[in-house]
């Protein structure tokens, strides 16, 4: 059984930034969306047929994005903006009626959260959203229709849910909820309320706490 771990927060807050301190060859990075990193990346090239290993595999295609997480022998997955993938395929299929396209959405994420939960025991899955706030100021993945919403409830498949904020200058993750977020891990996993948006001091954290080995 993986670690499937999910952060949330709105653009600029320091999600895919917190990606710049891990080795991209120990790492698969899922793009739905196209877009360079904001940071000095040399390394972290994308993978092209002459290029297989590249750490950057860009799709927002559910089915193809849940073969890339279970097939890729590399621990550490992650996919940013994973909100592209439910938004880009109900833009395609705008045009059609009724509730079957909703359907297939959900279908779609149940999938790839399943699979971010049952891949190889020493994997762990990363899966970064935007956030929405509803009527009453509670804070959650950013999805689309009730079908995913109501029906699945994404941050249910995580043990551990971070929240990327901006406190006082500082881009931080918070590793507990407030009350009004879905924010949850194993108490002692993380040193605080607060802690650097720093994915590969989170992924030591996680892998200390399990009794996982990483990558020397």
């Given at each position: 059984?993986?670690?499937?771990?999910?952060?949330?927060?709105?653009?600029?807050?320091?999600?895919?930034?917190?990606l710049?301190?891990l080795?991209?060859?120990?790492v698969?990075l899922?793009?739905?969306?196209?877009?360079?990193?904001?940071f000095?990346?040399p390394g972290?090239?994308?993978?092209t047929?002459?290029?297989?290993?590249?750490?950057?595999f860009?799709?927002?295609?559910?089915?193809?994005?849940?073969?890339?997480?279970?097939?890729?022998?590399r621990?550490?997955v992650?996919?940013?903006?994973?909100?592209?993938?439910?938004?880009?395929?109900?833009?395609?299929?705008?045009?059609?009626?009724?509730?079957?396209?909703?359907?297939?959405?959900?279908?779609?994420?149940?999938?790839?959260f399943q699979?971010?939960?049952?891949?190889?025991?020493?994997?762990?899955?990363?899966?970064m959203?935007?956030?929405?706030?509803?009527?009453?100021?509670?804070?959650?993945?950013?999805?689309?229709g009730?079908?995913?919403?109501?029906?699945?409830?994404?941050?249910?498949?995580?043990?551990?849910?971070?929240?990327?904020?901006?406190i006082?200058?500082?881009?931080?993750f918070?590793?507990?909820?407030?009350?009004?977020?879905?924010?949850?891990?194993?108490?002692?996993?993380?040193?605080?309320?607060?802690?650097?948006?720093d994915?590969?001091?989170v992924?030591?954290a996680?892998?200390?706490?399990?009794?996982?080995?990483?990558?020397?």
């Amino acid at each position: 059984m993986s670690i499937a771990v999910m952060i949330i927060g709105p653009s600029g807050s320091g999600k895919s930034s917190s990606l710049r301190n891990l080795e991209p060859d120990q790492v698969t990075l899922i793009q739905p969306i196209k877009k360079p990193l904001p940071f000095k990346s040399p390394g972290w090239r994308v993978r092209t047929a002459e290029d297989k290993k590249g750490a950057i595999f860009r799709s927002d295609v559910a089915a193809d994005i849940e073969t890339a997480m279970r097939s890729t022998p590399r621990k550490i997955v992650v996919i940013d903006d994973y909100q592209a993938v439910l938004t880009n395929e109900l833009m395609r299929r705008s045009t059609e009626s009724g509730f079957q396209k909703f359907s297939d959405i959900g279908r779609g994420a149940w999938n790839i959260f399943q699979a971010a939960g049952d891949a190889a025991d020493d994997k762990r899955i990363y899966i970064m959203g935007h956030t929405q706030t509803d009527e009453f100021g509670n804070v959650r993945m950013k999805t689309v229709g009730k079908m995913v919403d109501e029906k699945i409830v994404p941050e249910g498949y995580f043990t551990i849910v971070l929240r990327a904020e901006l406190i006082n200058g500082q881009h931080v993750f918070a590793t507990q909820t407030n009350g009004q977020d879905c924010c949850k891990s194993p108490p002692g996993m993380f040193d605080g309320m607060h802690i650097p948006n720093d994915l590969a001091a989170v992924d030591a954290a996680i892998c200390e706490f399990y009794g996982l080995t990483q990558p020397a």
